[in-house]
C-alpha cells in the first residue's frame, strides 16, 4: 500500500505515475498541472511554485554483479524537476503492477477472473490441454498495448476516489504447458480495467476486469501496440495481416479457426490485419468495432492528430510501407480515405542530413461497412492474380512482398476491393516507398508539429543490394543498421495526392529524418550486440507535451535485458529509465498527461526469459531467478511507472 504523504507534500508529488507488476509501499503519484512547494509544520500550504522543466537520472543497465535486477522489472532512475522559484525536487522512480497475467482478479462481481485469459467466440474458456493432468485455460504471458483515461459518469461499484480506467490487449501465448510454439494460433483477448484512483497520492488500485466481447469484430488476432484516441477511446492493432493466397496452408491461421470458432475453416483472412477500437462504458465494461478502411496492413500502432481525423500508421513488416489515414468526420474512423507514402531520393540515417521530401499515393476511399461486406464474400482471387514466379507476362508487375518478389496482376474493377484487403500488394502497384522494415509504433509532439516513428530493424528491403532490396522503392541504404531508428516526420498543410487531389489535412508528413539510431557491435562482456547505452530495436513510443520527451519502449534480440528510454527533444538527453526482465520485451507504453491531475506512464513487458542468443553468456545464470519471478516464465505484468514517497527531496523550501 501507499503510505499516506503529509498535505504539504502531497501538492508537490502531483505530477507523475506509471503502473507495474508488484504491489509497491512508499508509491505515490506526481501531479500534472503544476508542482507546489510548501512549508511543513503548518496546515496551509504555500504559494505554487510553477514547473520551469523536468529531466530524467538515467540508470545504468543492471549486469551479472546485480543478476536479480536483470530477472526482474528494474528501476534506478529519477525525475529531476525545476521550478520557477529556484526549487528542485527529485523523485526516485519505481515499477507497480496491476496484476500478473495468470492471477485471479476481481471481476466486480464479488467473483474472481483470469487475469489474460483467453476465450472463443462465445466467451467460453479455451483450455491448454498440452500436459495431461494438468489442463488448464490458456492465459497470455503477452500484455501489450494500454490505454489509460477517464469517463464522464463513471460508477463503479468498489471504487472509493476518483473512477479511471485502463484497456489492456494481450497479443499472443508465446507456448503452451508442452512447451510447443502457440504463437497466432488463439485469439487475442482484451480487457477493461476498473482502476480506483486514490485522489491524494495518484496511487491506482485494480477493481474490476472486465473481457470485452468481440465476437462482433469476429474475434481480434496478434493484438500488438495501441494508443488513446483524442476522443478517449483504445485504439488497437491487428498485425502480420494472414496472407489471403496462402490460407489453405497456413496452420497457424487453422489452428486459430479452431481455437477461436471450433473449426479450422470458419475465420475469414479479410476480417483480420484491421484497426479495432474499443469504447469503455461508464459501468467499467466495454465495446469494440473493428475498422476495415483504414488499410489492411500489418498494424502495430497509430496516432491520431489533433484533428481528429488524421491517422498515421506504421507498418510492421518487411517491405513495409508508412500509411495514412484522413477521416470523413471527426472522432470516427469509419469512412475516409487511404494514403501510402512514396519518399524522393536521398534518405539517410544521419541525423545531421537534410530532410527526404514524402509525397502520397492515394489508395481509395471507403466506408468500414463496404469493406466488411467485401470482405464477407470476396476470395483473393477475385481481387488480383499473384504468381511467384515470372509469368513472362507484360501485363504483371513484379513487386516485393515479405522480402520475396511476386508477381501481380489487377483483376478489372476491383481497385478498391484491392486498396483495403490487400493493401501491400496494391500500395506496392501503385508505386509506393514499400521499403521500410518492421515501422512500428507512431507518436506526435503537437506543439512542434512533428511524428515520430519507430523502425525497429534497418536491415533487408531498405539497404542496396539486398535480395529482398528493390531500387524502384527509393530506399537505398549503404548498410543495415540491426538496432534500428527513430525517424522524425515534420507535419505539414495544404499538401496534394501524386494524383493532385488536396489531402484535406492540416497534419500531413511532408519531411523525414533520422532522429535516433542504434548502433550494432561484437558482442560485449554481457553479450548485448547493440550498444547498450543507446536505443535498441525501439518499438513502442509515446510523446509527452508536458514533459517535452519522448519515451521509447524496445522489442530488441540485441540487449540482453530490454529498456524503456526518456528522450527530451530539447536538451537532446537520452535517459534509460526501466530494465525488463531479461528475455522480455518492453510493451504497454502509454503517457497521459493529466488524469484528474496526475500525470502517468504505463509499461508493460512480454515472454520473459524468452532467450535468444544475444543471452547466451546470461541464460544458465538468469534462466532460474526469471521462472521464479514469473510463474515458470508463463506470466507477465501489467503496470505502471510512479514516484516513491519517501524519496522527495526538497533542495529548498520557500519562505
Given at each position: 500500500?501507499?503510505?499516506?504523504i503529509q498535505a504539504?507534500r502531497?501538492?508537490?508529488?502531483?505530477f507523475?505515475?506509471?503502473p507495474?507488476?508488484?504491489?509497491l509501499?512508499g508509491?505515490a503519484g506526481l501531479?500534472?498541472?503544476?508542482?507546489?512547494?510548501?512549508c511543513?509544520?503548518?496546515?496551509?500550504?504555500l504559494?505554487?511554485?510553477?514547473?520551469?522543466?523536468?529531466s530524467?537520472?538515467?540508470?545504468?543497465?543492471?549486469?551479472?554483479?546485480?543478476?536479480?535486477a536483470?530477472?526482474?522489472?528494474?528501476?534506478?532512475?529519477?525525475?529531476e524537476?525545476s521550478l520557477?522559484?529556484?526549487?528542485?525536487?527529485?523523485?526516485?522512480?519505481?515499477?507497480?503492477?496491476?496484476?500478473?497475467?495468470g492471477?485471479q482478479?476481481?471481476d466486480?462481481?464479488?467473483?474472481s477472473?483470469?487475469?489474460g485469459g483467453?476465450?472463443?467466440?462465445?466467451?467460453?474458456?479455451?483450455?491448454?490441454?498440452?500436459?495431461?493432468?494438468?489442463?488448464r485455460q490458456f492465459?497470455?504471458?503477452?500484455?501489450?498495448?494500454?490505454?489509460?483515461l477517464s469517463?464522464?459518469?463513471a460508477?463503479v461499484?468498489g471504487?472509493k476516489g476518483n473512477?479511471?480506467?485502463a484497456?489492456?490487449?494481450?497479443?499472443?501465448?508465446?507456448?503452451n504447458?508442452?512447451?510447443?510454439?502457440?504463437?497466432?494460433?488463439?485469439?487475442?483477448?482484451?480487457?477493461?480495467?476498473?482502476?480506483?484512483?486514490?485522489?491524494a497520492?495518484?496511487k491506482?488500485s485494480?477493481?474490476?476486469?472486465?473481457?470485452?466481447?468481440t465476437?462482433?469484430?469476429?474475434?481480434?488476432?496478434?493484438?500488438c501496440?495501441?494508443?488513446?484516441?483524442?476522443?478517449?477511446?483504445?485504439?488497437?492493432?491487428?498485425?502480420y495481416?494472414p496472407d489471403?493466397f496462402?490460407?489453405a496452408?497456413?496452420?497457424?491461421?487453422?489452428a486459430?479457426s479452431?481455437?477461436?470458432?471450433g473449426?479450422e475453416?470458419?475465420?475469414k483472412?479479410?476480417?483480420?490485419?484491421h484497426?479495432?477500437?474499443v469504447?469503455?462504458?461508464?459501468?467499467?465494461?466495454?465495446?469494440?468495432?473493428?475498422?476495415y478502411?483504414?488499410?489492411?496492413?500489418s498494424h502495430?500502432?497509430?496516432q491520431?492528430m489533433p484533428?481528429?481525423?488524421?491517422?498515421?500508421m506504421g507498418?510492421?513488416?518487411?517491405n513495409?510501407?508508412?500509411?495514412m489515414?484522413v477521416?470523413d468526420?471527426?472522432?470516427d474512423?469509419?469512412?475516409?480515405?487511404l494514403y501510402v507514402?512514396?519518399?524522393?531520393?536521398?534518405?539517410?540515417?544521419?541525423?545531421?542530413?537534410?530532410?527526404?521530401?514524402?509525397s502520397?499515393?492515394?489508395?481509395?476511399s471507403a466506408?468500414?461497412?463496404e469493406?466488411?461486406a467485401l470482405?464477407?464474400t470476396?476470395?483473393?482471387?477475385?481481387?488480383?492474380t499473384?504468381?511467384?514466379?515470372?509469368p513472362?507476362?507484360a501485363?504483371?508487375?513484379?513487386?516485393?512482398l515479405n522480402?520475396?518478389?511476386?508477381?501481380?496482376?489487377?483483376?478489372?474493377?476491383m481497385?478498391?476491393?484491392a486498396?483495403?484487403?490487400?493493401?501491400h500488394?496494391?500500395a506496392a502497384?501503385?508505386g509506393?516507398?514499400?521499403?521500410?522494415?518492421?515501422?512500428?509504433?507512431?507518436?506526435?509532439n503537437?506543439k512542434?508539429?512533428?511524428?515520430?516513428s519507430?523502425l525497429?530493424n534497418?536491415v533487408d528491403s531498405?539497404?542496396?543490394g539486398?535480395a529482398?532490396?528493390?531500387?524502384?522503392?527509393g530506399?537505398s541504404?549503404?548498410?543495415?543498421?540491426?538496432?534500428?531508428?527513430v525517424?522524425?516526420?515534420n507535419?505539414?498543410a495544404?499538401q496534394?495526392?501524386s494524383?493532385?487531389g488536396?489531402?484535406?489535412s492540416?497534419?500531413?508528413?511532408?519531411?523525414?529524418?533520422?532522429?535516433?539510431v542504434?548502433?550494432?557491435?561484437?558482442?560485449?562482456?554481457l553479450?548485448?550486440l547493440?550498444?547498450?547505452?543507446k536505443?535498441?530495436?525501439?518499438?513502442?513510443?509515446k510523446f509527452?507535451?508536458k514533459?517535452?520527451?519522448l519515451?521509447?519502449?524496445e522489442?530488441s534480440g540485441?540487449h540482453?535485458?530490454n529498456?524503456?528510454?526518456a528522450?527530451?527533444?530539447?536538451?537532446k538527453?537520452l535517459?534509460?529509465?526501466?530494465s525488463?526482465?531479461?528475455?522480455?520485451?518492453?510493451?504497454?507504453?502509454?503517457?497521459?498527461?493529466?488524469l484528474?491531475?496526475?500525470?502517468?506512464?504505463?509499461?508493460?513487458?512480454?515472454?520473459?526469459?524468452?532467450?535468444g542468443?544475444?543471452?547466451?553468456?546470461?541464460k544458465?545464470t538468469?534462466?532460474p531467478l526469471?521462472?521464479?519471478?514469473?510463474?515458470?516464465g508463463?506470466?507477465?505484468a501489467?503496470?505502471y511507472?510512479?514516484?516513491?514517497a519517501s524519496?522527495i527531496?526538497l533542495?529548498?523550501?520557500?519562505?
Amino acid at each position: 500500500m501507499s503510505k499516506p504523504i503529509q498535505a504539504s507534500r502531497r501538492q508537490a508529488l502531483k505530477f507523475l505515475g506509471t503502473p507495474l507488476m508488484l504491489p509497491l509501499t512508499g508509491m505515490a503519484g506526481l501531479g500534472a498541472s503544476s508542482l507546489l512547494s510548501a512549508c511543513g509544520g503548518g496546515d496551509a500550504p504555500l504559494p505554487a511554485a510553477q514547473m520551469v522543466s523536468a529531466s530524467f537520472g538515467a540508470m545504468a543497465a543492471p549486469g551479472l554483479t546485480n543478476a536479480a535486477a536483470m530477472a526482474t522489472t528494474h528501476v534506478a532512475s529519477t525525475l529531476e524537476v525545476s521550478l520557477g522559484d529556484g526549487t528542485k525536487q527529485s523523485f526516485k522512480l519505481a515499477y507497480a503492477p496491476f496484476f500478473m497475467t495468470g492471477s485471479q482478479v476481481p471481476d466486480g462481481k464479488g467473483g474472481s477472473v483470469l487475469a489474460g485469459g483467453y476465450v472463443d467466440i462465445k466467451n467460453q474458456p479455451i483450455l491448454d490441454k498440452s500436459v495431461a493432468g494438468k489442463e488448464r485455460q490458456f492465459f497470455s504471458d503477452c500484455p501489450d498495448g494500454t490505454s489509460l483515461l477517464s469517463v464522464p459518469g463513471a460508477k463503479v461499484a468498489g471504487v472509493k476516489g476518483n473512477t479511471v480506467f485502463a484497456v489492456v490487449q494481450f497479443e499472443y501465448v508465446t507456448r503452451n504447458q508442452a512447451q510447443a510454439d502457440a504463437y497466432g494460433t488463439l485469439p487475442s483477448p482484451i480487457a477493461v480495467l476498473t482502476l480506483d484512483q486514490d485522489p491524494a497520492s495518484g496511487k491506482l488500485s485494480l477493481v474490476k476486469y472486465h473481457n470485452v466481447d468481440t465476437s462482433s469484430a469476429h474475434g481480434l488476432w496478434i493484438t500488438c501496440g495501441s494508443s488513446l484516441s483524442p476522443w478517449g477511446t483504445h485504439l488497437s492493432s491487428e498485425e502480420y495481416e494472414p496472407d489471403a493466397f496462402t490460407i489453405a496452408s497456413n496452420s497457424m491461421f487453422k489452428a486459430y479457426s479452431k481455437n477461436l470458432f471450433g473449426d479450422e475453416t470458419t475465420a475469414k483472412p479479410y476480417h483480420y490485419g484491421h484497426l479495432p477500437e474499443v469504447t469503455v462504458n461508464p459501468d467499467g465494461t466495454g465495446t469494440i468495432k473493428k475498422h476495415y478502411c483504414m488499410g489492411r496492413i500489418s498494424h502495430e500502432l497509430i496516432q491520431v492528430m489533433p484533428d481528429k481525423r488524421t491517422a498515421l500508421m506504421g507498418d510492421d513488416a518487411t517491405n513495409g510501407g508508412f500509411f495514412m489515414f484522413v477521416a470523413d468526420k471527426e472522432q470516427d474512423l469509419s469512412a475516409g480515405s487511404l494514403y501510402v507514402a512514396k519518399l524522393a531520393a536521398g534518405f539517410s540515417l544521419d541525423p545531421a542530413a537534410p530532410a527526404t521530401a514524402i509525397s502520397w499515393i492515394k489508395l481509395g476511399s471507403a466506408t468500414s461497412a463496404e469493406i466488411e461486406a467485401l470482405a464477407n464474400t470476396l476470395a483473393p482471387t477475385d481481387i488480383m492474380t499473384v504468381s511467384t514466379s515470372d509469368p513472362a507476362d507484360a501485363s504483371f508487375t513484379k513487386i516485393w512482398l515479405n522480402g520475396k518478389p511476386q508477381w501481380v496482376k489487377l483483376k478489372p474493377g476491383m481497385e478498391k476491393a484491392a486498396a483495403f484487403l490487400e493493401t501491400h500488394r496494391y500500395a506496392a502497384l501503385k508505386g509506393a516507398s514499400m521499403a521500410f522494415t518492421k515501422m512500428e509504433g507512431t507518436t506526435v509532439n503537437i506543439k512542434d508539429k512533428v511524428a515520430y516513428s519507430a523502425l525497429q530493424n534497418i536491415v533487408d528491403s531498405m539497404v542496396r543490394g539486398n535480395a529482398k532490396w528493390n531500387e524502384a522503392y527509393g530506399i537505398s541504404l549503404d548498410k543495415a543498421v540491426v538496432a534500428g531508428g527513430v525517424l522524425a516526420h515534420n507535419l505539414s498543410a495544404g499538401q496534394k495526392d501524386s494524383g493532385g487531389g488536396a489531402i484535406n489535412s492540416e497534419w500531413v508528413p511532408s519531411q523525414t529524418k533520422a532522429l535516433l539510431v542504434g548502433e550494432d557491435i561484437a558482442a560485449d562482456a554481457l553479450g548485448n550486440l547493440a550498444h547498450p547505452d543507446k536505443i535498441g530495436n525501439p518499438d513502442n513510443l509515446k510523446f509527452s507535451e508536458k514533459l517535452r520527451t519522448l519515451f521509447i519502449g524496445e522489442d530488441s534480440g540485441y540487449h540482453v535485458n530490454n529498456f524503456v528510454w526518456a528522450y527530451n527533444v530539447d536538451t537532446k538527453q537520452l535517459s534509460r529509465l526501466i530494465s525488463m526482465p531479461a528475455g522480455a520485451e518492453a510493451t504497454g507504453l502509454g503517457v497521459v498527461d493529466d488524469l484528474n491531475g496526475w500525470t502517468y506512464i504505463t509499461s508493460n513487458f512480454q515472454h520473459p526469459g524468452d532467450w535468444g542468443s544475444v543471452h547466451k553468456l546470461v541464460k544458465s545464470t538468469l534462466d532460474p531467478l526469471v521462472r521464479a519471478n514469473y510463474n515458470d516464465g508463463f506470466s507477465a505484468a501489467v503496470g505502471y511507472l510512479t514516484a516513491e514517497a519517501s524519496s522527495i527531496k526538497l533542495s529548498k523550501l520557500q519562505a
